[in-house]
């Protein structure tokens, strides 16, 4: 099987407030753009970023980029307002925030357009113990780690390992696969700790996520890197399928290489690898 998902190795937020931003994120390197409505704009600026929301979104010219925006979540007073103003100019996915279980998002999808895509961030408490039942809401394509608003609801300290977070990053990531969703790992607040960034950027790639969402243009190029296949795995792909296809190995289920086993289940996860590499 070699289906190739969209890649999400790199999900930018920008508050829409920032016409700047706006303009800079079309010349950006992140598979996805998300037009943030919610925690990064303050009240006061709640309309004109709305406003800026859907004209950046009827101009368009972000490219091959997914287009999200986060609108604010459902029990404040914007959130309808959001909803109706991006009937207007519709973006791939709307990412609700705040979610603590299925019913906020079928409230959500019973006003969005018919194709948009919902996401839903998990960062309450709430979500964590509804995990399965969020996961499995009609019209859901992605779950987003929040990690800033469950370490303030849950007084969490999450240090530099994320330790605290260890269990919560497993069953998130877990319940997106149970359900065929993207998996997107939180940010990470160390816009000057390009080493601290590497480090997380590597340990969501372990916990198993498709990509990490990033506050700052200059996050994109390590995490690219960080969710994309090395070399060394794109070569260890390459000898899995090439083993495979020798006449000696047809029809078998396992065999040895390089001292080691290797299943058919290696061959599907490797031939994913090089279908995200063009090979
Ligand atoms: C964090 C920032 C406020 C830092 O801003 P600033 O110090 O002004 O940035 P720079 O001077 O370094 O900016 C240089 C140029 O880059 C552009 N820029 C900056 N950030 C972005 C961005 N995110 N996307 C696109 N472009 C960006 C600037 O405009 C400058 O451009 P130019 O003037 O043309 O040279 C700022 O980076 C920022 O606002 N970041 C995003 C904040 C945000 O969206 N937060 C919400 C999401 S995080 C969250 O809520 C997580 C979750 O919910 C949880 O609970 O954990
Ligand atoms: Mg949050």
Redo the contacts with the bound molecule.
Sequence with gaps: MTDTPRRRRSA????AS?D??????RT?ACDVV?L?L???VAPEAKEAARAQAVTALALGDFGDRELVV?INALDTEWAAADLAALAEAPPHAILL?KVNGPADLAACAALLPGDVALWA?I?TPAALLALGQIAAAPRLAAL?????????DMGMQPGSDRLPFHSFLATTVAAARAHGLGALD??FNG?DDAQGLVAECAQGRRFGFDGK??????QIAACNSAFSPGTAEIAEAEAIRDAFALPEHAGKGAIRLDGRMVERLHLAQALRVLATVGR
Excluded: Q, W
């Excluded at 700047?20 to 994120?25: D, E, G, L, Q, S």
């Excluded at 987003?144 to 303030?152: E, H, R, S, T, W």
């Design positions: 930018l937020y920008l508050p920032n700047r931003a706006i303009a800079k994120a950006l998300i943030d919610e925690d990064s986060r925030p961030m960062e987003v780690m929040g990690i800033n608003d469950l370490a303030k939180g940010v816009i969402t990033l506050i700052h243009p200059s």
